[in-house]
């Protein structure tokens, strides 16, 4: 398959930001799908660790960018299970 991309590249220059951009997005979606199996509300392990979020503290900063909140000054809100 890239042997052809290749001759087709070779062939069709006008192809190659296509290949570019078409490589881009499935490696920026691959890399984000890693991101989300990785999260703390994923539980791979449910014998050892069923309640895996249970186990984070309160300023873990659970979204991939936080503009307006500072979870360094966050309190825990709510009991200790």
């Known amino acids: 398959m890239i042997k052809t ?8 220059p006008g192809l ?22 990785r999260g703390p509300h994923v539980s791979w392990d449910s014998r050892n ?6 186990k984070l503290g309160p300023t873990y900063q659970y979204k991939l960018v936080a503009v307006t909140t500072d979870y360094k000054r966050l309190k825990k809100e709510g009991p200790d299970f």
Do not use: C, D, T
């Open 49 to 54: 660790n069923p309640e895996p979020w249970n």
């Open 16 to 37: 190659i930001p296509q290949f570019f951009f078409m490589f881009l997005g499935i490696s920026g979606a691959s890399v984000y799908l890693l991101r989300l199996a």
């Open 5 to 12: 991309m290749y001759q087709h590249a070779k062939k069709h």
